[in-house]
């Protein structure tokens, strides 16, 4: 290619970004299922360790499949460096962890994935760094919350599940003032939709896990960031500690890449069908879809996002009960905890994700116990309309 793939637009990039085309010419990316790698002479693999050499090493630190799929991901998100890891949760881990030593501090959005909340409540005490959870979407609230200690701001966006939409360039606006860096969990909102990079956050995380594979096969994650965040703080706690993602996964997600942009618009494009069609239904008391004008934030999801959601949040009239009627009589989309698949699945927080919370911080969220998550798939939007309805006559 004469052009850079950086200057390309993101279709594109997602195609042939980061590609390092082996001796044989191959079309497709090669996976490179190798642990380590040999050396022509004792002098080479001595200017490899000194880092005078930029070839790889081990798998743990590098290999050329994983190499391609940070490569994509950084073109993708506008980002300067890149560490793909096992899982998700690896990469949050990583990025929460890695930059912090005890006595400091973490203010974080108090709606986050259970796993997220895990790592910020449970598993930073005990190594002596405090969060103070707040509610993301008041501004004072985060402002309060600020200590001369505070080091890093957390939050996800849209929130999972209720699609709250949080101001990111308002957050990472009050962080940077505090002396503190921004960290944004992506997942909900994908690369495709919305590039937190670009608003003013020092961080970027995924579960590839989600859209990136989006077919239900490999876990993966990774973290996107400054040369400077991940050369200083990411790259040899990874190194070292080895949250390595298997070459294997990163090939898979590599591919997934190449449909993402293709997959979310199709999906995105479903899901606000659905909105349109249940928003008025009336076994539905609420109904919440980033993309339609009734969201509370709706001016906030046209300033910072370039689309919906591949997720619509829908509270049931009838609590639990119906929530499960309905969820026991879908035929085509599939009760799950996942999402961003091709498949369309259907979660209710209260009894899954969310079940670890009292329920008087799940109200407080806005997680009822009729509540309903649903992940909008590649089937026809028609099929799955017409499944849902029928569901809700059910309920
Ligand atoms: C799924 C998910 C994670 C964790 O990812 P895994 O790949 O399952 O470890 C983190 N954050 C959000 C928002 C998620 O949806």
Same mark, same amino acid.
């Given at each position: 290619?004469?052009?850079?793939?950086?200057?390309?637009?993101?279709?594109?990039?997602?195609?042939?970004?980061?590609t390092l085309r082996s001796q044989y010419g191959e079309t497709s990316e090669a996976l490179f299922l190798t642990q380590g790698y040999v050396y022509a002479s004792a002098e080479e693999c001595e200017a490899r360790f000194k880092g005078?050499?930029?070839?790889?090493?081990?798998?743990?630190?590098?290999?050329?499949?994983?190499?391609?799929?940070?490569?994509?991901?950084?073109?993708?998100?506008?980002?300067?460096?890149?560490?793909?890891?096992?899982?998700g949760m690896a990469?949050?881990?990583t990025a929460i962890l890695a930059p912090l030593k005890a006595g400091d501090h973490v203010v974080a959005s108090r709606a986050l994935f259970g796993s997220n909340l895990y790592v910020l409540q449970d598993l930073l005490p005990r190594y002596g760094i405090e969060t103070t959870l707040v509610n993301g979407a008041n501004l004072d609230e985060w402002q309060r919350a600020v200590k001369p200690n505070t080091k890093t701001?957390?939050?996800? #966006?849209?929130?999972?599940?209720?699609?709250?939409? %949080?101001?990111?360039?308002?957050?990472?606006e009050i962080a940077h003032q505090a002396g503190a860096r921004l960290i944004v969990d992506n997942v909900f909102a994908t690369p495709i939709w919305q #590039?937190?990079?670009?608003?003013?956050?020092?961080?970027v995380v995924y579960s590839a896990t989600k859209? +990136?594979?989006?077919?239900?096969?490999?876990?993966?994650? +990774? +973290?996107?960031? #400054?040369?400077?965040?991940?050369?200083?703080?990411?790259?040899?706690?990874?190194?070292?500690?080895?949250?390595? +993602?298997?070459?294997?996964?990163?090939?898979?997600? %590599?591919?997934?890449?190449?449909?993402l942009g293709v997959r979310v618009r199709a999906q995105t494009d479903t899901a606000a069908c659905i909105a349109d069609v249940l928003a008025n239904h009336p076994k539905i008391a609420r109904l919440v879809y980033p993309g339609r004008e009734d969201h509370p934030q709706a001016a906030l999801v046209k300033k910072q996002m370039r689309g919906g959601s591949t997720l619509i949040?829908?509270?049931?009239?009838?609590?639990?009960?119906?929530?499960?009627?309905?969820?026991?009589?879908?035929? %085509?989309a599939k009760i799950s905890n996942n999402l961003g698949d091709a498949k369309s699945l259907v979660t209710h927080p209260a009894t899954t994700t969310h079940q670890r919370l009292k329920p008087e911080v799940r109200a407080e969220l806005g997680i009822g116990e009729g509540f309903i998550r649903f992940s909008a798939g590649l089937e026809h939007a028609d099929d799955l309309i017409e499944d849902l309805t029928a569901a809700l006559e059910k309920a």
């Open positions: 290619m004469s052009k850079s793939p950086a200057t390309y637009r993101p279709e594109t990039r997602l195609v042939h970004s980061g005078e050499d930029p070839g790889f090493i081990y798998s743990r630190y590098s290999n050329p499949t994983i190499a391609m799929f940070e490569r994509r991901m950084i073109e993708l998100e506008g980002a300067e460096a890149a560490r793909s890891a096992a899982t990469a949050v881990t701001f957390f939050l996800e #966006s849209p929130t999972n599940p209720t699609l709250d939409v %949080l101001d990111i360039p308002g957050i990472a #590039s937190p990079l670009a608003l003013g956050a020092d961080v859209h +990136i594979d989006g077919q239900g096969r490999c876990l993966g994650g +990774i +973290i996107l960031s #400054s040369e400077a965040f991940i050369a200083e703080h990411i790259h040899n706690f990874m190194r070292q500690t080895g949250p390595s +993602i298997s070459p294997f996964n990163a090939w898979v997600l %590599l591919k997934g890449l190449e449909t949040g829908f509270e049931v009239k009838g609590g639990k009960a119906a929530a499960f009627r309905v969820l026991n009589e879908l035929k %085509l």
